[in-house]
C-alpha cells in the first residue's frame, strides 16, 4: 500500500469511529424570574448572559487515541444578552436551526447562564447530569432554568470580601473573554462587560485586587477597539 493509500485508509477510519452529534442545533426559548433571596422582592436590571458553547475535536491519527481536543479551542454557537424588567423578568427567544461543524458537539451542560447585578454575589447555572457520559444528545435544547424563580443574595461584606467573590465570574465570563483571533465573542456581552470593568476600576483605585476582566485583556486581533464597542456601557 503506498503511503497515500495508507494515509487515506487511516482517515476514513478515524471518521467513522468518529462520535456521531447532530449537524444542527435548535434551542428552545427561556423565561424565568429573578428575586432578592431575603425579601423574594423581583430585581430589576439584572444583567443575564446565556451562551451555547460547542466543543471541537479533530483525529489524531494515533491508533489509541484517535481524538483529541480542537487546539482552535470551543467556540459559541450562540450568545444571547438581557436585562431583568420591573417584575424581574427575562426572556431568550428560541433559535436555530444552527450548523455546527463536523466532529462537533455541543456541551453536556448547555446553556450557561450567568446572572449578576452589582451588590448581588455572580452567579452561573447550566444544566446537571451526574457525569460526562450522561447528557442529552437531542439537537434541540432546553434549559432547566425556564420557567423557574432564581434567587440572588445580596452581598454583605466590605469591599476587600466582595471582590473575592468576582472569580467565579470572570472564569464563566472567559468563554468571550479569552483570546480567540477573530471571534470577537466578547462584542456579545457589552452590558455584563462594561459593568464589570467599571467595577474592577472602581476597586483598584481604592487599592483592591479583582478577577474582573479589564479592556486590555479583552482585545483581539480583527475584533477593534474594546473601548469604542464598550463605550456607552462604561459610562
Known sequence: MTHHNFFCALLASVLLSAPVHATTYSA?????????AKTNQPLEGVIVVAHWEVSRVVPTFVPIMPFGNDPRG????QIMETVTDANGR???????PLPVPPLAALGDRDPGLIFFKEGYVPWGASNYYPS????SASSTRS???NGTT????KFEGDLQAYAAQFTNLSVNLGFATYTRIGNCDWKRIPRM???VIKIKRSFREKLIFSALPNLNSIQQDGCGSAEEWLK????
Open 28 to 36: 428552545e426559548a427561556i423565561d424565568a424570574q429573578i428575586v432578592d
Open 74 to 77: 470551543p467556540f459559541q454557537l
Open 90 to 96: 427575562f426572556h431568550f427567544p428560541a433559535w436555530g
Open 132 to 135: 460526562t457520559f450522561d447528557y
Open 143 to 145: 434549559s432547566e432554568v
Open 150 to 153: 432564581i434567587k440572588l443574595k
Open 193 to 195: 462587560l462594561g459593568t
Open 232 to 235: 456607552d456601557y462604561l459610562k
